[in-house]
């Protein structure tokens, strides 16, 4: 029970972390029509950002979270204008593997700077609170409480500002969207500053949990794009609610299977989802065929 | 001199293997247009079902069959095709998106389960002591050579079959499909029936050929097969061109000669990984730049299929 | 063969709250030319749909030759020998005029994997090749064979549209709009193709706006107008009919 319990934080605390980093792959693929493999790269830059930030800056970890966000955020807006743009007309092939050129070129260039050792940010939020059936680290409550005011912000941003309303238009219609005169320029931009913050952020909560290495992108895309799909590619609230029911089933699993086959249990979940509701578990949205 | 000799008949030995492997992901997505990012997983399967069934020296996993060779090439790509299979039918039922992302996650679990069932496949120790075909006719030098023939001999039974395959009724019927499903179906054809059996096909291929790549390599662990060997396949075939004929072989062929070449350069240390690194850099690279600039690829489908109706 | 072709009961397909097809009724006699006229949105191309199998009905039952095919997949549907065109003009893209041609007159045993290992396709090959070479010609379209669909200007393609399906060789087609699109010149060849194939005993159904041409090759016309038939007649019964004036020709001519 006690086990159970613990089990819970673990996947509320995984499931928030796979929530904001899901949704911006869901947010450019509503937009620009593609899956961007290169999105669990950005998120892998994130947390080297926040790691050195933090250890050879000596920064305080909220800036250094802050600033990563900003960073990567303006990272992905600078790669969407040189690398994805000109070949937007290309179509989606075109664009998808670009982004799987663009994310081994990120992956290459991480290694080349950071190396390919593991670390861990030299922090404090490892101090176990007595909370009576449970611990949890100051840490995780933290990432579990930025999340929701994150989400909360991003579900704001999108319902009541002028901006907003163009991006969900441009996600639900991006023909219409265009011919309506919406800016699709500054939507687009937009669209990937929030998508590659949020995935900054995500990489340094994924940091501060576990460790930082380059790998993690390749990691984490996979249990990125199980997300994703599970909430229908479509739906933004969709994919943050299988987000966090893809980390509660993973972290719940180790109570049954050994952890490390938590990939695997993702995969599972997938497949399941995927032979239940072909269409992803939260949405009914009409599928683009050709 | 013979070392540099040797180094490049490795590297042609290599490029000869990524071609075949580039061939059958031409079949399966260049023409069927089921984009598969998991090709390395069902090598994976492939490999080690053919490693474990046929070894002999490793006595400490649970499953030591011994059989002989040809039983062990011929389950390893039964197991690629039942694989195959398996993700097939739920993944294909819906287009697209769907079917790319399953592949790469099977990829991922399927090397996720082979450090984990380290009582099956020795985990990240693997096998690094099995015999190879042939190793009584060629020792040492000699025998990268036999590699290297034996390797592009299944090369040229590859593209024979993917030529009959393609300028078949069947080859046209999937290159028909692939743009434009709606209409094959108002034609009576079972699209998705189509579909399943060619990724099948794909498996079985994919299970046949991972043998080569085990005795290139030598050792048989999970770093193997990561999605690199997959991402290096579609980087070939993409250069290539993809849905051609003979684009796959080309794109091999350049791709590893270009990326192998940084290899030449030795390291140690923290240079090693700044070397190793590079190869992912360029890589990347020449993904995006064939991309924006050509993306038909070198050779293009057009060609390969101009002038079916000369005969009459 | 006695009695309807064709039966199509009580059909009705709604689309979020709205009736595209509103309780359709509709009987066919086989070896007739039977036209489906009727404005933009009127429901004529969602009832080809339920027809074929592309769209389930929310009510009704569509019989064709005495069995119920309703909800049937649209490759069993057109097995069955019940083919039908689409509105925009499509196809394979990235194969030849001949090749298109070729899909839809191959059948399944020499299409599949087995029939390619093998290559048992071989014999069946010239005798499909040889129906094309006639259907391209009576379209005036053989010299353009080896010519990539994607190349083919828009009406073009819908020619080789209507010459790919009646290679599948259908017991009844179901045009969808044929001749939109189509130079003037070739509409006549079209005409004339589809009252030959009709002399062959095929069964057409078609929709089309284009009045001068419906009118001028149909046997029999029903009207539609927001999902329901409104008319039904011969064409000059029709064109008379002070409804379909006022709702239809009033409105588009």
Do not use: C
């Not at chain 1, 930082?212 to 994919?239: D, K, M, R």
């Not at chain 2, 039918?89 to 399953?102: A, D, H, M, N």
């Not at chain 3, 001949?98 to 014999?123: C, F, H, I, K, P």
């Amino acid at each position: 029970m006690i086990d159970d319990m613990q089990n819970i934080i673990f996947g509320l605390v995984t499931g928030s972390i796979l929530a904001i980093a899901s949704v911006g792959l869901s947010m450019i693929r509503q937009t620009e029509g593609f899956i961007n493999i290169a999105h669990g790269q950005l998120l892998t830059l994130g947390a080297f950002l926040g790691y050195t930030f933090v250890s050879a800056l000596d920064m305080n970890i909220f800036l250094a979270g802050l600033l990563s966000m900003l960073l990567v955020g303006i990272v992905g807006v600078v790669l969407a204008v040189i690398v994805f743009r000109p070949v937007a007309r290309s179509g989606p092939l075109a664009q998808l593997f670009t982004s799987i050129g663009l994310a081994y070129l990120l992956f290459g260039v991480m290694r080349v700077i950071f190396g390919a050792n593991v670390t861990f940010f030299p922090t404090s939020f490892g101090t176990r609170l007595d909370l009576g059936p449970v611990n949890v680290t100051v840490g995780e409550i933290l990432i579990v409480v930025t999340a929701a005011a994150v989400v909360a912000a991003l579900a704001l941003f999108l319902s009541q500002t002028r901006l907003g309303t163009w991006i969900r238009a441009t996600a639900s219609n991006p023909e219409l969207a265009r011919l309506r005169g919406i800016p699709v320029n500054r939507v687009s931009h937009a669209v990937w500053f929030v998508a590659s913050a949020l995935a900054g952020l995500a990489g340094v909560m994924v940091g501060l949990i576990g460790n930082v290495h380059s790998e993690l992108g390749w990691t984490q895309t996979l249990i990125i794009l199980a997300a994703a799909v599970l909430g229908g590619l479509g739906s933004i609230y969709g994919v943050l609610a299988s987000g966090l029911l893809l980390g509660l089933a993973m972290d719940l699993s180790a109570l049954v299977i050994p952890t490390s086959y938590r990939t695997v249990v993702a995969f599972g979940v997938l497949i399941l989802g995927l032979l239940l509701r072909p269409q992803g578990l939260f949405v009914s949205a009409g599928r683009r065929e050709a | 001199m013979s070392g540099v000799l040797l180094f490049f008949v490795g590297v042609i030995t290599l490029a000869g293997i990524y071609a075949i492997l580039a061939m059958i992901l031409n079949l399966e997505a260049g023409w069927a247009g089921m984009w598969d990012l998991g090709l390395a997983g069902l090598v994976a399967v492939g490999g080690y079902v053919f490693i474990i069934t046929t070894q002999q020296t490793h006595e400490d996993v649970i499953l030591t069959p011994h059989w002989p060779m040809w039983a062990g090439i011929l389950a390893g790509s039964v197991a690629g095709g039942l694989a195959a299979l398996i993700i097939g039918v739920p993944s294909l039922r819906v287009r697209g998106e769907y079917f790319l992302i399953t592949t790469l996650a099977f990829a991922e679990v399927i090397r996720q389960l082979s450090i984990n069932l380290g009582s099956v496949t020795r985990g990240t120790v693997g096998f690094n002591q099995f015999s190879r075909p042939f190793e009584s006719w060629a020792t040492g030098a000699g025998y990268r050579w036999l590699l290297l023939a034996l390797v592009w001999l299944v090369v040229v039974v590859v593209y024979l079959l993917m030529r009959r395959l393609g300028y078949s009724p069947y080859g046209r019927l999937l290159r028909g499909f692939r743009d434009n499903d709606p209409v094959a179906r108002s034609l009576g054809k079972h699209t998705n029936r189509h579909r399943i059996q060619t990724f099948v096909l794909a498996g079985l291929l994919y299970g046949a050929v991972a043998p080569l790549y085990v005795w290139f390599i030598r050792t048989v662990t999970p770093s193997l097969f990561t999605s690199e060997v997959t991402f290096v396949t579609w980087t070939a075939l993409v250069i290539g061109g993809i849905a051609s004929l003979r684009g796959p072989v080309i794109g091999a062929l350049i791709l590893l000669l270009v990326t192998e070449a940084a290899s030449l350069v030795q390291g140690s240390g923290e240079m090693a990984v700044v070397l190793a690194s590079v190869r992912f850099i360029v890589l990347g690279i020449v993904l995006i730049l064939v991309m924006r600039f050509r993306p038909e690829g070198l050779t293009n489908e057009r060609d390969a299929f101009a002038g079916a109706s000369g005969k009459g | 063969m006695t009695g309807p072709i064709l039966e199509v009961n009580r059909v009705t397909k709604v689309f979020g709250g709205v009736g595209a097809v509103r309780g359709v009724d509709m009987s066919i006699e086989p070896g007739s030319i039977t036209a489906v006229i009727g404005p933009n949105g009127a429901g004529k191309t969602s009832l080809f749909n339920v027809v074929t199998g592309f769209e389930q009905p929310t009510e009704g039952t569509v019989r064709f030759q005495g069995e119920d095919v309703t909800g049937l997949e649209p490759w069993r549907v057109s097995q069955r020998g019940l083919i039908r065109t689409f509105q925009t003009p499509t196809g394979f893209p990235a194969l030849s005029v001949w090749e298109n041609l070729m899909v839809g007159g191959t059948e399944d045993r020499y299409e599949g994997l087995w029939a390619a290992l093998r290559g048992t396709w071989r014999s069946d090959e010239n005798a499909t090749h040889q129906r094309a070479r006639r259907v391209l010609s009576d379209l005036g379209l053989w010299d353009l064979r080896d010519t990539l669909l994607a190349d083919l200007p828009p009406g073009d393609v819908k020619l080789v549209d209507f010459a790919r399906q009646l290679m599948a060789r259908p017991v009844m087609v179901l045009l969808d709009e044929p001749a939109s699109g189509v130079d003037p010149g070739s509409i006549d060849r079209l005409a004339t193709l589809i009252r030959q194939v009709r002399d062959d005993g095929m069964t057409v159904l078609v929709i089309d706006h284009n009045i001068g041409f419906v009118l001028g090759i149909a046997d029999r016309v029903h009207v539609m107008s927001l999902g329901r038939i409104i008319a039904s007649g011969t064409p000059e019964e029709v064109v008379l009919d002070p409804v379909v004036i006022e709702v239809y020709l009033g409105r588009s001519a």
